[in-house]
Nanobody, 125 residues
Framework: QVQLVESGGGLVQAGDSLRLSCAAS????????MGWFRQAPGKEREFVAAISRSGSSTKYAESVKGRSTISRDNAKNTVYLQMNSLKPEDTAVYYC??????????????????WGQGTHITVSS
């Protein structure tokens, strides 16, 4: 069992940057593939990014590719999502996720075993 707690969300203007953090407790983070999903009001939850156990491989949704960087610090049991050039369409609740038995870097929400409570990002135009 692992507990995930996100932080770093907030209200920003278009073009700004934010770094989300996800602190894990309960088990060593290095055993999980980690990722981020988001859910905008009235929309389905969607994949944002994923990172391998070692951090050597990453995967991004097309909507954030080139503007976002997922990283991890296994010594600190923390995963990060740096988001730059934020757009109003990035407004959503962002969830940190962990996959205990990963096959590659999954983009399906069904692949992930643990979810945080979420942190809000609101981007004003």
């Amino acid at each position: 069992q692992v507990q995930l707690v996100e932080s770093g969300g907030g209200l920003v203007q278009a073009g700004d940057s934010l770094r989300l953090s996800c602190a894990a407790s309960g088990r060593t983070l290095s055993t999980y593939v980690m990722g981020w999903f988001r859910q905008a009001p009235g929309k389905e939850r969607e994949f944002v990014a994923a990172i391998s156990r070692s951090g050597s491989s990453t995967k991004y949704a097309e909507s954030v590719k080139g503007r976002s960087t997922i990283s991890r610090d296994n010594a600190k049991n923390t995963v990060y999502l740096q988001m730059n050039s934020l757009k109003p369409e990035d407004t959503a609740v962002y969830y940190c996720v962990a996959d205990r038995y990963p096959v590659g870097l999954p983009a399906s929400k069904d692949a992930y075993d643990y979810w945080g409570q979420g942190t809000h990002i609101t981007v004003s135009s």
